[in-house]
């Protein structure tokens, strides 16, 4: 299976700071199609999770412009420019090239 | 919109069969990939598998061996069996639209005697 290592394991920032997680996966993530299945979500508390990123910089449409994600091959960036308070929660870095699809251990962001 | 929603037991007995349920409005279950994930606790995700659109399925390996995924298209419906459970299956199980982009809201499933 593809591990899939985060860091770091928690961030506690102030609002307005940015924020920038690593995702590093064990083998290359970029498919015979030509696309990296690199997808990031966050669970926010009491919450399901819900996405963010696809395709390692591709955000979806309710996601907004101050996350931001790059990388290629086996290492992978999620930031945010400028944290706000709804921004807490739990982000997880997932692969879908390979199967089965896995997950990152997920890091924890609070707010100070 | 799309919306999810998981449903089943919340407590099942070590050995025996979990079986879940998701219920799927807005979308057509014979179009695009649905899946079962689950969270343990603590933070740790694992993807169990899907089926597709044509109804073929995909597997979790370490899980093979004791998993179904099947659905009902009459009522958009899609399910997981899980048999041989133990303590090590207590998690939260979610379902979800292929490439996550879309969640149920889970359901909290323990495994106990």
């Known amino acids: 299976d593809v591990v899939m290592t985060q860091t770091p394991v928690s961030l506690s920032l102030a609002i307005g700071q940015p924020a920038s997680i690593s995702c590093k996966s064990s083998?290359?993530?970029?498919?015979?199609?030509?696309?990296?299945?690199l997808n990031w979500i966050l669970q926010r508390p009491g919450q399901s999770p819900k996405r963010l990123i696809y395709q390692v910089s591709k955000l979806y449409s309710e996601v907004p412009d101050r996350f931001s994600g790059s990388g290629s091959e086996t290492e992978f960036t999620l930031k945010i420019s400028r944290v706000e308070a709804e921004d807490l929660g739990v982000y997880y870095c997932?692969?879908?090239?390979?199967?089965?699809?896995?997950f990152g251990s997920g890091t924890k962001l609070e707010i100070k | 919109e799309v919306q999810l929603q998981e449903s089943g037991p919340g407590l099942v007995k070590p050995s025996q069969s979990l079986s879940l349920t998701c219920s799927v409005t807005?979308?057509?279950?014979?179009?695009?990939?649905w899946g079962w994930i689950r969270k343990f606790p603590g933070n740790k995700m694992e993807w169990i598998g899907h089926i597709s659109y044509s109804g073929s399925t995909s597997y979790n390996p370490s899980l093979k061996s004791r998993i179904s995924i099947t659905r009902d298209t009459s009522k958009n419906q899609f399910f997981l069996q899980l048999n041989s459970v133990t303590t090590e299956d207590t998690a939260t199980y979610y379902c979800?639209?292929?490439?996550?982009?879309?969640w149920g809201q889970g359901t909290l499933v323990t495994v106990s005697s």
């Open positions: 083998q290359s993530l970029l498919g015979t199609s030509g696309k990296t299945f």
């Open positions: 979800a639209l292929g490439g996550f982009a879309y």
């Open positions: 997932w692969q879908g090239t390979h199967f089965p699809h896995t």
């Open positions: 807005g979308y057509s279950i014979t179009s695009n990939y």
